[in-house]
C-alpha cells in the first residue's frame, strides 16, 4: 500500500507534463490566464511547471527522493489550487486546461478542490513508509488514475452541460 500513493501521484504528474507538451498553446493561453501574466508569458511558464512536474514524477518514484518529489508536487498543485480559487472568486470565465476532454470555461470549484486534494495527497505521501516496489502498487496506481480520468471528465462533462442549458 505504501508504494500505491506515490506512483499514482506520479502517474498523475507525468501525464500533466505530457498534456502541456501535447497541447503547448492551448496549456500556455491558460497559464497566462491563470497568473494574470502577458500572454508571451504563458508558453515558458507552462513549460516550466511541465519541468517541475516531470522532475517531481521521478523523484516520487524512489524512496531516497520521494520527500523532494512529494514537497515539489505538493508547492505545485498548492499553487495551482490558489491560483484557480483565486480566479474562481473574481468569476473569470477561461480555459484551464484541467481537462483532456477539450476547452471547459467553466468556474466550477472542481479544479481548484482536485487540485488541493492532489496536495494533501502529496503531504501524506511524505510521511508513509516507504513499501517495496512490486506489480501490484504499479497495477493499484493505474486503477486510481483512471478513476481520476473518469471523475475529472464527468466534472467537465456535466460543467459543461450546465454552461449549454444556461
Not at 107 to 127: D, H, K, Q
Request: with cysteine.
Amino acid at each position: 500500500m505504501g508504494e500505491i500513493l506515490p506512483y499514482f501521484l506520479a502517474t498523475v504528474l507525468v501525464s500533466a507534463a505530457i498534456h502541456k507538451l501535447v497541447a503547448r498553446e492551448r496549456l500556455a493561453s491558460a497559464a497566462a490566464q491563470m497568473t494574470g501574466l502577458a500572454p508571451g508569458l504563458g508558453q515558458p511558464l507552462s513549460l516550466s511547471a511541465a519541468a517541475i512536474e516531470a522532475g517531481a514524477a521521478v523523484a516520487l518514484l524512489s524512496p531516497a527522493t520521494r520527500p523532494t518529489g512529494c514537497a515539489l508536487a505538493g508547492l505545485l498543485w498548492t499553487s495551482y489550487t490558489l491560483l484557480l480559487w483565486r480566479a474562481r472568486q473574481r468569476g473569470d470565465r477561461f480555459d484551464c486546461g484541467c481537462s483532456l476532454s477539450g476547452p471547459s470555461r467553466s468556474t466550477e470549484a472542481y479544479p481548484a478542490m482536485r487540485a488541493a486534494v492532489l496536495a494533501t495527497l502529496a503531504a501524506v505521501a511524505a510521511l508513509l513508509p516507504a513499501g517495496s516496489p512490486n506489480i501490484l502498487s504499479v497495477f493499484g496506481a493505474l486503477t486510481f488514475f483512471a478513476l481520476y480520468l473518469a471523475a475529472g471528465e464527468i466534472a467537465s462533462a456535466s460543467s459543461s452541460a450546465r454552461s449549454l442549458a444556461r
